[in-house]
T-cell receptor
């Protein structure tokens, strides 16, 4: 299994501001994933974060809006930039172990 | 990429009855077939998985069956209990894919 923590667990932000979400894993992993889960919806992959290289973004997500850092093999951050109410979602990081995906507890973001 | 369809989107059963959720996928290279359970306000967690060399796997009250020819797999829950109430997601993928495409989810409600 994997123990994953995220900070903050929730936040309420004003339109136009940015929020950085932190994700910490209990042991080293090559790839970390960032997902978005809009209210009542499934999970959508935002990007894959690799240590030492730029993140790989999925269709519909761009680096200017969702910059990602991966400074070492146990930590990553996702920033939601220039937020609008449409960014209100739960953001989850995850790692893979033996094909199983393990998720952090999520960050519930509300943008006013 | 993988196209994943999950049915039904909502399912209500009486406590003690059985529930079946079906997931259809498009990528014939998929060889790993997990089901995740997400309770309200919690992170998704793996409950059962199956690999392509096996047709059925059972773990107490839950089972997964796979039909690779027809490209679908199903989650079976017997003797349902109120704590089975949650959203269930399928997420088929191949071993080479390091990210998951989640199904749209099934909201299961077990009525007492």
């Amino acid at each position: 299994s994997a123990v994953i923590s995220q900070k903050p667990s929730r936040d309420i932000c004003q339109r136009g501001t940015s929020l950085t979400i932190q994700c910490q894993v209990d042991s080293q992993v090559t790839m970390m994933f960032w997902y978005r889960q809009q209210p009542g919806q499934s999970l959508t992959l935002i990007a894959t974060a690799n240590q030492g290289s730029e993140a790989t973004y999925e269709s519909g997500f761009v680096i200017d809006k969702f910059p990602i850092s991966r400074p070492n093999l146990t930590f990553s951050t996702l920033t939601v930039s220039n937020m609008s109410p449409e960014d209100s979602s739960i953001y989850l990081c995850s790692v893979e172990r033996s094909d199983t995906q393990y998720f952090g507890p999520g960050t519930r973001l509300t943008v006013l | 990429g993988e196209n994943v369809e999950q049915h039904p989107s909502t399912l209500s059963v009486q406590e003690g009855d059985s529930a079946v959720i079906k997931c259809t996928y498009s990528d014939s290279a998929s060889n790993y077939f997990p089901w995740y359970k997400q309770e309200l306000g919690k992170r998704p967690q793996l409950i059962i998985d199956i690999r392509s060399n096996v047709g059925e796997k059972k773990d107490q009250r839950i089972a997964v069956t796979l039909n690779k020819t027809a490209k679908h797999f199903s989650l079976h829950i017997t003797e349902t209990q109120p704590e089975d109430s949650a959203v269930y997601f399928c997420a088929p993928h191949s071993g080479s894919a390091r990210q998951l495409t989640f199904g749209s989810g099934t909201q299961l409600t077990v009525l007492p």
